[in-house]
């Protein structure tokens, strides 16, 4: 549809919402800027140096920046992996496809892995012209994409405007969507004119073209790490930028010590120094600073200081201790520990001596955080998974409340510990033996399938399960009287 058929007024106030949420883009580019400069230690220290610093002095600050927080998102997106897809009649193998084709099998990671730094993260659903059985699902960090929300807040996941930025040719477009439509938009091409100058109305920027979609709504879906009432979010990142920075801190304050004071000093008193001396050859008040700088030479570690005068005196500075830099470096990294509700032996690497139970209760937190994290990702992937049914023509899917994903158990324990633990619950609790196939860790989807076709198989060949059916097959006819 060309753009000469928008009202005047439609088209007014499409870019005036543009202008609005380009703006929103662009902050939230910002925060992500300075989330990134936490995540790659090479862009931010933490802490300011004095204007006088050194050389060695900025030298040892680039060596104190340690990614802290990098290992805070880690642990949390270690531990959410999707690996299948369930309707209200069991495993559906028409979104399972879908969800291949796309790759979001692997992709997921990213996509948890933005949502968690970030505070949020976008997946964008649109139609395949070259396979209209698969829709396109587009994953998408606010770097690129924007969204607002109507009066009813965001619990239904699917906002009243999406702003997605991209480039084509070495420009920059956007993709403008509302409920059922979507305008695309460039920069005007006749800069300085007024844009529907019947309106009054001047813009930058110009509508190109715009589509009605396929479905009635915006097709794309918000993944929120924290998310409060007012629709607020939050990553993992930003709230504890304050303890890296003590971190870091910590770590320059014990490598200054370190480089500079983490030896003995000899000292010596009562020793004449060099002094200048006048034309006439006779010494002066004043030191001569060479000759000192040279006597400074002498004096070096390995030296055995000597003095014909008895007025000198040697003494020793001792090195600066460097354990309360250390224990200062650890109470800090269980401050990060704690507010972050990441293990600590995650961080600083020590294990010895952890006995399961010990190691259970240590990542205690991290699972709760995690099994919050997965409560609000899988409202998120349940949307999306109606969207990509709606697209595909999956009317019985898109309309079933309970299409959901599930998430693979990956609980740090032994495979015998799981299997023990299992075992027990087949045999005292009576629970079917294949149900309990999907809870034995880090065991894949396709990996159960394969067992199942394998049980089926065994189950064929059987001898006395083929006698049995030729039994049962015989009392059905002679009960039908076939």
Known sequence: MSVED???????????????????????????????SWLRPELEVGFQLPRKATTEHKGLSMLSRTPWLKLVVDNVTQAMFVDNIYSSKGHTSELWRIWRANKLHSRQIANHRCFIAYGHSYALVTHNYYDNEIPLVRLLSPCTMAVEYGDTGSFDHRPA???????????????????????????????????????????????LNYEELDVDYVPVVRFANQEDLDGNVIGEVEPFIPTAQRINKTTYDRLLAQHFNSWKVKTVTGLDLPVLKDQDGDPTDQPDEIATDHLKIKLAQEDMLVSDDPETKFGVLDATALEPFVESFKSDIEALAAVSQTPAHA?????????????????????????????????SYDTLLQIIADHAGLAELADDPMLRVTWQDTEIRSMSQAVDALGKAAQMLGVPKRALWPLIPNIERSTIEEWERLADEELESDPMNALFQRQTARNEDEVTGG
């Open 161 to 207: 405007a999406a702003l997605y930025e991209y480039s084509n040719g070495g420009r920059i477009y956007w993709s403008l969507f509302f409920p059922g439509v979507r305008y695309d938009i460039g920069e005007n091409p006749n800069p300085g004119t007024i844009t529907r100058d019947e309106t009054g109305f001047s813009s930058e920027y110009a509508i």
């Open 347 to 379: 961080l600083t690497g020590q294990m010895s001596n952890l006995t399961p139970e010990a190691l259970a209760a240590a990542r205690g937190p991290l699972m709760q955080k995690v099994s919050e994290r997965k409560a609000n990702a899988s409202a």
């Open 6 to 36: 928008l009202a005047l007024f439609q088209a007014v106030e499409v870019l005036q919402t543009f202008e609005r949420m380009l703006q929103k883009l662009k902050i939230q580019k910002q925060q992500v800027t300075n989330i990134n």
